[in-house]
């Protein structure tokens, strides 16, 4: 069956240009308006990836990113069109897999669907449990703790935090973690794996997660 994309946007030339080019790509696509149609459309028809706007009508897209994210792991591409760092941030911190800033190039829309899916689907092969130090794992559930604390990570963050505890003390380059987090060549602007380096730092305690200095980022034992 061909994967299937739900497209939250208001500006009626946008949804229909970014839906014209999934169609063109194989995909099944649905379109809605708003947010509410947004949250009751992810929530009952099975969507496989959420394309959604941060500015929409009635309910915010990132208010649509947060209460999706508490109760469902569908892959999350947030479209802006603003371009302060902060947004970024927050629509990443919400929640979103990935975020590309208006305008943008439909095959590069295209790409970061199919890299948001496949992600996906590496996941479901993994092991399902992993652990190092006061880290544990579980990848079939996406849940971890710390120190045997529940965390609450974004799927992006899980993703990386896998990475890190599948190689504990191994450096890995800012380049080659957007490369694992896309899975592509093509790693677009860092600065959002900046950001998700920056949550998850916060959010498992910065002494686990290391700077090496002009070399990237490694995960020690604590």
Known sequence: MSPRVLIAEDEAAIADSV??????????????????RALHAARSDGYDVLVLDLMLPGVSGIEVCRRLRAESPIPILMLTA????????????????????????????????????????????EPTRLRVGGLNLDVTTHTATANGEP???????????ALFVRHPERVFSRRELMQHLWDSTYVGDQRAGDAHIVNLRRKIGAERLVTVRGVGYKLVAV
């Open 19 to 36: 839906a014209y080019a999934l169609h063109g790509e194989g995909f099944e696509v649905e379109t809605v308006p708003d947010g509410e």
């Open 151 to 161: 965390l609450r990570l974004t799927p992006s963050e899980f993703k990386l935090l």
């Open 82 to 125: 603003r371009t302060a760092e902060v947004d970024r941030v927050v629509g990443l911190e919400a929640g979103a897999d990935d975020y590309i800033v208006k305008p943008f190039s439909m095959p590069e829309l295209v790409s970061r669907v199919r890299a948001v899916l496949r992600r996906r689907e590496l996941d479901a092969g």
